[in-house]
Nanobody, 123 residues
Framework: QAQLVESGGGLVQAGGSLRLSCAASLRTFATYAVGWLRQAPGKEREFVAAISGSGSNTDYADSVKGRFTISRDNAKRAVTLQMNSLKPEDTGVYYC???WGAGNPTPSNFNCRGQGTQVTVAS
């Protein structure tokens, strides 16, 4: 049974917006930091954004600061990534990932990860 399921990807023009959602079936959801990772064609998977279990702390990659916003609703076991002012270099498969306890989920350190959703930004 999938523990993290992403949705909301698609094709958008540069400058546009998309909202990604991650639905979790983790029993103790609030004890997990949750984040988004992405992988562009031919590139390594990279960290995009993360939010602490309580939602009080957020972290962003420099490349998305000021454009992306991560939020969570623990009652609904959901995390959202609002992406504005999208650029072609934001294109890739976006993965929701969770890490138990302290620390952001990263490409090499997570407890579970979704199957990913494709985001394509056309120039």
């Amino acid at each position: 049974q999938a523990q993290l399921v992403e949705s909301g990807g698609g094709l958008v023009q540069a400058g546009g917006s998309l909202r990604l959602s991650c639905a979790a079936s983790l029993r103790t959801f609030a004890t997990y930091a949750v984040g988004w990772l992405r992988q562009a064609p031919g590139k390594e998977r990279e960290f995009v954004a993360a939010i602490s279990g309580s939602g009080s702390n957020t972290d962003y990659a420099d490349s998305v600061k000021g454009r992306f916003t991560i939020s969570r609703d623990n009652a609904k076991r959901a995390v959202t990534l609002q992406m504005n002012s999208l650029k072609p270099e934001d294109t890739g498969v976006y993965y929701c990932a969770a890490r138990w306890g302290a620390g952001n989920p990263t490409p090499s350190n997570f407890n579970c990860r979704g199957q990913g959703t494709q985001v394509t930004v056309a120039s």
